[in-house]
């Protein structure tokens, strides 16, 4: 089961509320959605994490793309809902909060007066499960030495801040005929025959499958994105707008390009309008960082991925001893709870 379609209204409607001609929609943004061991999570709780998260992560611009609002309001009801079963947990083995809620806000970025009830319990979580991990016995593991540098050295790009990136793709629409289960295993199959091909030939070889499979503009030009370009070469962190504001490239597209870190590196994305393979052809300029700060950075990550897959393991086990439940009564989906983790994992994902 997935928000409807009025929660998007909801949150829209509430984050741009200016006048008490929206008193019908504040009344509906009261509405329970899921209930946690008992606990409520309403719909209002829902619009303010996602307000939290446009602040944090779009500096407080709305996202005009529906997909991306949406996208916004699915993972801002799993975070809810994780910080419930967090704090439950906590109560249970008898930890409580380190009280340093003002710290937490002051990293945040929000105002004392911005922090409603509910996003004081979510901005704590973090710390909770950390400490729920070590009431348990099985504390959170420091990457060593060894793991940071091997991280560093097989990621090297990735510490090359405003590096360019040359990107090709192949995108495969969806259709009536090649549903997108089908055209996800097929672009699954299409990068590890890519994968297989030596380095020096893999360029080449994925710019001839381009012309060959591609259904997009792009095509022609070996999959080349920026094929009209004098400079082919595009910032990892190039602004997806159009004049107008609109997305260039489907959102989750642009999250994989963000991705790619090394030349011969692939990755897939799939959004509402098909699959798009993605793939790194070259990266050059930036700024090589020095390693003791690229170590402190691999460290985040490393320390960031454990927690991560600990959350999710952590996530599976208390589930199964907790109450959790749609408005209607059916049992939320447990794999709804690991399936985004927010704050977003980080650093590469390959």
């Excluded at 590890?192 to 503009?217: H, K, Y």
């Excluded at 020095?290 to 691999?298: F, L, P, T, V």
Aim: with cysteine; net charge negative.
């Amino acid at each position: 089961m997935r928000l409807q379609n009025v929660l998007l209204t909801a949150v829209v409607a509430v984050m741009l509320w200016c006048s008490a001609a929206a008193a019908g929609q504040q009344q509906l943004a009261h509405a329970i959605f899921v209930k946690v061991n008992g606990q409520t999570i309403t719909q209002e709780q829902v619009v303010e994490v996602v307000q939290y998260i446009v602040k944090r992560e779009f500096n407080g611009v709305i996202p005009e793309d529906e997909e991306v609002l949406d996208n916004l309001q699915d993972a801002a009801l799993r975070d809810l809902v994780r910080c419930l079963l967090i704090h439950d947990e906590a109560r249970r083995v008898g930890v409580r909060p380190r009280g340093n809620e003002k710290f937490l806000m002051q990293r945040a970025g929000l105002k004392q007066e911005e922090v409603t009830p509910i996003l004081r319990k979510l901005l704590v979580a973090d710390d909770m499960f950390e400490d729920i991990m070590m009431a348990s016995g099985t504390p959170l593991r420091d990457p060593s030495p060894r793991e940071i540098r091997d991280f560093y050295e097989e990621n090297r790009e990735e510490f090359r801040p405003n590096a360019f990136i040359i990107v090709r793709t192949i995108f495969l629409p969806i259709t009536d005929r090649e549903p997108q289960a089908y055209l996800k295993a097929q672009g699954e199959e299409l990068l590890r025959q890519i994968a297989a091909v030596p380095m020096p030939q893999r360029n080449e070889a994925f710019g001839r499958l381009a012309v060959e499979r591609s259904q997009d503009i792009f095509a022609r030009y070996g999959g080349l994105l920026t094929a009209d370009a004098e400079d082919p070469y595009i910032p990892k962190n190039f602004s997806n707008q159009n004049p107008d504001g609109s997305p260039i490239f489907p959102p989750i597209m642009v999250e994989e390009i963000r991705k790619l870190n090394r030349p011969g590196e692939g990755r897939l994305a799939v959004s509402a309008e098909g699959v798009h393979l993605l793939y790194c052809d070259d990266v050059q300029g930036g700024q090589e960082m020095s390693r003791q700060e690229a170590y402190r950075i691999a460290e985040f990550i490393l320390k960031e991925r454990d927690r991560n897959a600990r959350l999710r393991q952590w996530l599976n086990e208390v589930y199964d001893r907790s109450d959790v439940r749609w408005h209607d009564g059916t049992d939320f989906d447990k794999d709804l709870l690991t399936k985004i983790l927010l704050p977003s994992e980080v650093g590469p994902q390959s």
